[in-house]
């Protein structure tokens, strides 16, 4: 299982620890991912994401799930996302 944010496609970060004394040392920021269950009210059931904090507080500010998906790109979201946004837009459609 990847590192990766399901919604927002955030990934680990990667870069240097910088000493005092100026000595690089390889370092690694990881994204702060949760197990979370997001309910579709379009489709009516609920969905697991791995998802991290910031893209579920963009999730509830953009009013749920359903907004949220239909308003992101194809290309940030994982493949369980993108079905679950096709889903919804072929019922949005009905």
Known sequence: MS???????????????????????????????????????????????????AALRTVDHRGGLDAFLVKSDDAVLSTRALKVKKQVVAALAN
């Not at 990766?4 to 990667?14: D, F, Y």
């Not at 702060?32 to 309910?39: A, G, R, S």
């Open 3 to 53: 590192r990766r944010c399901e919604l927002s496609g955030k990934a680990v970060a990667t870069g240097h620890k910088v000493s005092h004394s100026n000595i690089k040392t390889n370092r690694r920021w990881l994204p702060n991912l949760n197990q979370v269950t997001l309910q579709s009210d379009v489709l009516g059931r609920s969905f697991r994401f791995r998802v991290a904090a």
